[in-house]
């Protein structure tokens, strides 16, 4: 598995086939097996979509409140985001708050 949400999604699906699997619902250990590790994998995707539903909060925000990725936190950067803003497009930025204060 990749680090990203749509390799997560097809590891749920592909997860959720393995427990509609007629050789595995025929072999209770089996079945129990699956049923456990379909709910550890449950248990911690819910966590890394917790993590990221945060993360896309706190880019809004930045965004809302002027923070270029370079003024923000490691953990909260995005590298690749629309968000990074460069030379003309950043001055144009601080000038306006600049105004404001």
């Known amino acids: 598995m990749q680090n990203n949400l749509s390799d997560l999604n097809n590891h749920l699906f592909s997860t959720l086939e393995l427990l509609e699997?007629?050789?595995?619902?025929?072999?209770?250990?089996?079945l129990e097996k699956e049923l456990k590790r379909a709910k550890a994998v449950v248990s911690v995707s819910s966590q890394i979509l917790n993590v990221?539903?945060?993360?896309?909060?706190?880019?809004k925000t930045a965004e809302q409140c002027g923070f270029l990725n370079d003024e923000m936190p490691a953990l909260l950067s995005?590298?690749?985001s629309k968000a990074v803003l460069k030379g003309k497009q950043k001055k144009m930025i601080s000038n306006?708050?600049?105004e404001k204060a």
């Open 21 to 30: 699997d007629d050789k595995i619902l025929e072999d209770d250990a089996k």
């Open 52 to 59: 990221a539903r945060i993360q896309v909060q706190a880019i």
């Open 78 to 80: 995005v590298k690749d």
């Open 96 to 98: 306006a708050l600049e």
